[in-house]
């Protein structure tokens, strides 16, 4: 069966910009998850959904925010764009919580 | 805060076992996971215990002791393929929290 998509693979984006992710899950499943990574910070947290409701939220600031549709697509949101903004933007999927998470390839995303 | 401590970076032999550790404190606390990224990869699940022992999936395995806090990932038979960084993370609230991750150096 299919992975997780994410898409696109690369991009630079100016600061002050904006930027939208997308994210298509494995069929049938209905929890998606983001996570930034940088070489500094590790793997951190950044929202949860699960049919269409965000059930948790990481310590991001309002610039981040994220959605997913009825059909279990994601799609997650940067706005104003920083330069500590550049990392690998990575969704995971999965049936649920407690089960494990099959991430995508991820989105490296360069703030220039 | 919530957090969790395992070493930075291991060395091994190939064919040789190896064990990497993780001890957590985090306010929530359903499962342990163990996910292995390669550089310039996503991570990849390899093992969850939501209850304390082992858990054997072919050359790998994993332990959980909750009274202590504490888990670990052991790889047997270790191939050069296996050398990658491997992360423990805390299944919380809808969540996973990372550990930074153990990097596995494997000399042949």
């Known amino acids: 069966k299919a992975g997780v998509t994410q898409t696109p693979r690369y991009l630079i984006k100016t600061r002050g910009q904006q930027v939208t992710l997308s994210c298509s899950p494995i069929?049938?499943?209905?929890?998606v998850s983001w996570y930034q990574q940088t070489p500094g910070q590790g793997l951190q947290f950044l929202f949860e959904y699960f049919s269409e409701t965000q059930r948790n939220k990481g310590n991001f600031p309002g610039r981040f925010s994220g959605r997913q549709f009825s059909n279990s697509r994601s799609e997650m949101n940067v706005s104003t764009l920083e330069l500590g903004d550049s990392a690998l933007y990575l969704c995971?999927?999965?049936?649920?919580?407690?089960?494990?998470?099959?991430f995508g390839s991820g989105t490296r995303l360069t703030v220039v | 805060g919530q957090s969790l401590e395992q070493p930075s970076e291991v060395t091994a032999v190939e064919g040789a076992i190896v064990q990497i550790n993780c001890t957590y404190q985090t306010s929530g606390f359903y499962g342990l996971s163990w996910y292995q990224q390669h550089d310039g990869g996503a991570p990849t699940f390899l093992s969850y215990n939501a209850l304390d022992g082992l858990e054997e999936t072919g050359r790998f395995s994993s332990f959980l002791s909750r009274s202590d806090s504490y888990g670990y990932l052991l790889l047997q038979e270790l191939q050069m393929k296996d050398s990658a960084s491997y992360f423990c993370a805390v299944d919380s609230n809808y969540q996973l929290i990372w550990g930074a991750g153990t990097k596995l150096i494997i000399k042949p």
């Open positions: 995971a999927s999965s049936l649920d919580a407690n089960y494990g998470y099959t």
């Open positions: 069929s049938g499943h209905r929890s």
